[in-house]
């Protein structure tokens, strides 16, 4: 009873250190709670202002890509134009080398016609050979009883006898062009056009007239040579590029006015020839539409 009576006096005892001894445990760690707390809230304000400063960053970033993208746009807007006028005038001269190409491949038709002529002419050689052959048996012949003195006409018919062939007058005039030799040639042309003005070959004679006038930049020349194709010899298969060249050389000599006129009177004699795409061509490299022809008039 005694030892039991102990125990409990010692337990009585304990007990109330142990309580303070909890109560002091707990002080230090509400200490600590608090000041874990103090330190989260300090790095909650920390964040916080980190936060806003990015925010504040990012919204700067957003607003200068956006003036970024606008002058983008801007120079975009101003490089299109830009290009877009350069190309435009770019393009002007390939309208005009258009034309030359165009030429090149009615030069080469004109080559395969003139090979189907020099056939011809060939022909004709051949004949004139036999005719001279003839002519040499005349020659060595007796000869014949001396006419009377009134013998005017037949000097005159001898005369003219002296004048070469329509057939060699214009191969020469042809074989000194294709040599390169143009004065000589336009020569050539013109004693065939003053002998033979009815000839089948006067077309082209007097066209190539104008072809070497134009090369040679006389191009008031060039325009009178072209009309007089069109006057003399108005229906046949050197119109239409009479007509287109004729305006060619008033453009070259600064008459575009003219040179509209002619080709807008192509355009509306002759829609299926091969020239009228290249006559629109022109027109609209000046900054015309084909519109409605007036009569063109003669330079």
Not at 53 to 61: D, G, H, K, Y
Not at 110 to 126: E, F, G, H, Y
Request: cysteine-free.
């Amino acid at each position: 009873m005694m030892r039991y009576i102990g125990v409990l006096a010692l337990s009585t005892l304990l007990i109330p250190g142990a309580a303070f001894a909890a109560s002091r445990e707990q002080q230090e760690m509400q200490r600590d709670i608090a000041q874990l707390q103090d330190q989260v809230r300090a790095l909650q304000s920390g964040f916080d202002q980190k936060m806003a400063a990015v925010e504040t960053l990012i919204q700067q970033a957003l607003d200068a890509g956006n003036k970024a993208n606008t002058s983008v746009s801007v120079l975009n807007a101003s490089v299109t134009q830009t290009l877009d006028r350069e190309l435009k005038d770019a393009l002007r001269p390939v309208a005009g080398l258009t034309a030359k190409v165009d030429n090149s491949n009615n030069d080469l038709s004109d080559v395969k016609n003139s090979m189907a002529d020099i056939t011809t002419q060939l022909n004709r050689i051949q004949q004139l050979l036999a005719d001279m052959n003839n002519a040499i048996k005349v020659i060595q012949a007796p000869p014949a009883a001396p006419p009377p003195s009134n013998t005017n006409p037949d000097a005159a018919g001898a005369s003219r006898s002296a004048i070469p062939p329509a057939s060699v007058l214009y191969d020469n005039a042809r074989s000194d062009y294709n040599s390169g030799k143009a004065d000589l040639a336009a020569n050539d042309y013109a004693e065939f056009l003053r002998d033979y003005p009815d000839d089948p070959n006067a077309p082209n004679a007097q066209f190539t007239i104008g072809e070497i006038h134009l090369g040679q930049q006389k191009y008031d020349q060039a325009v009178m040579d072209f009309d007089a194709v069109l006057e003399r010899y108005p229906e046949n298969k050197l119109t239409p590029d009479a007509y287109f060249m004729k305006g060619m050389a008033l453009k070259l000599a600064g008459h575009r006015d003219l040179a509209a006129s002619e080709w807008r009177t192509l355009i509306k004699k002759y829609p299926n020839s091969e020239r009228k795409n290249q006559a629109m061509e022109q027109l609209r490299a000046m900054g015309l539409s084909a519109g409605t022809a007036t009569p063109s008039r003669r330079k």
